[in-house]
């Protein structure tokens, strides 16, 4: 089919548009700069241009929109205009082309209210529990989605958790910078059990999920490679595939709140140039276990990982020695 994927410029975005073109698909994207994504043909612009999107929507069978302002701070005001209003947008744009499916791409994150989540489903979004103004955007942004589900548009939300793998300047980059200069710390030891996803994994899922979009539409899924491992465990393996010393000192995750909400208020005052180098939400996240069932998904899409996280770290050790 004719397909849009919106922010192919991104990591998980390229890797998502790379995976349907291989796939035998027409995919166009939508994004700020070139996507880079060899056989995808380029929209330049932003969600926040009606005429932009509506060129880009012409004539398409179906929408992966993966586009989001995605940070730890910022404006409030740039998060709603992007995350919300860009998805309300698309989806009416959509809509109006005879768009037939279309798959929002959303987080974990819009249903964590602060509390560890140990082998959960998809969880309803709440967009006033959400911690952020990333989380609680998505939230909308995916509870607005969901309510356009149709029977002339089937819509599916896709929440991949804590994607990584080479070429990752979200998660993998700052773990390797962060630990190369010592300032990469355990809360409580690194011992919460999390869930992750190799980028290959989360991209086969999204296109699942297009593919299947007849069958599993109207509903949420959380997509991971269903491995949970420690926090400690995980950010040591992404070390020492690329040859930094693993974290070795901890503190307190009382602490790392704490220091969280002191940095969150430094930064609304005074924001760096940079990622926070903590917040409460990222504190929680370190410290609270996160894993998900993913009978879910993979019943609902006739899909499962291909990657495994071990050949994941393989994988990302190569490339870091080329």
């Known amino acids: ?3 849009l994927v919106t922010g192919a410029s991104g990591f998980l975005g390229r890797a998502v548009a790379a ?3 291989a796939g035998g698909h027409e995919v166009r994207t939508l994004q700020r700069r070139r996507s880079g ?3 995808a043909s380029d929209v330049l612009g932003s969600l926040t241009d009606a005429a932009t999107i509506a060129r880009a929507v012409d004539g ?3 929408v992966v929109h993966l586009a989001a302002k995605v940070s730890l701070a910022g404006d409030p005001a740039e998060f709603r205009a992007v995350n919300v209003e860009g998805t309300r947008a698309l989806l009416d744009a959509a809509a109006a082309a005879g768009v037939a499916r279309f798959v929002q791409v959303s987080s974990p994150s819009v249903a964590h209210a602060g509390a560890a989540l140990v082998g959960v489903g998809a969880e ?3 967009p006033e529990q959400a911690r952020g103004d990333y989380a609680r955007t998505k939230a909308e942004a995916e509870l607005l989605a969901l309510a356009r589900d149709s029977a002339s548009m089937a819509v599916v939300a896709i929440r991949p958790h804590l994607v990584w793998g080479p070429g990752d300047a979200q998660l993998t980059e700052r773990i390797v910078d962060r630990a190369r200069r010592g300032r990469l710390p355990l809360l409580n030891g690194g011992t919460a059990l999390i869930d992750s996803t190799y980028v290959d994994n989360a991209a086969s899922g999204i296109a699942a999920a297009l593919r299947r979009a007849d069958v599993a539409h109207g509903r949420a899924f959380v997509l991971t490679n269903g491995e949970p491992r420690p926090v400690g465990d995980l950010m040591a393996g992404i070390c020492r595939a690329a040859g930094v010393r693993e974290p070795r000192w901890s503190i307190p995750a009382g602490l790392g709140r704490a ?3 002191l940095v969150e208020r430094v930064w609304a ?3 760096g140039a940079d990622e926070p180098p903590m ?3 990222l504190a929680e996240q370190l410290s609270t276990a996160h894993w998900f069932d993913q009978r879910p998904i993979r019943e609902a899409l006739d899909w499962t990982p291909t990657v495994s996280l071990d050949e994941g770290l393989a994988r990302l050790a190569a490339a870091c020695a080329r």
Request: cysteine-free.
């Open 1 to 3: 089919m004719i397909v």
């Open 19 to 21: 995976e349907l073109v």
């Open 37 to 39: 994504v060899a056989g």
């Open 60 to 62: 398409v069978e179906g």
């Open 124 to 126: 309803p979004a709440s």
């Open 259 to 261: 220091a969280g909400s």
């Open 269 to 271: 005052v005074r924001p």
């Open 279 to 281: 917040t409460r939400f």
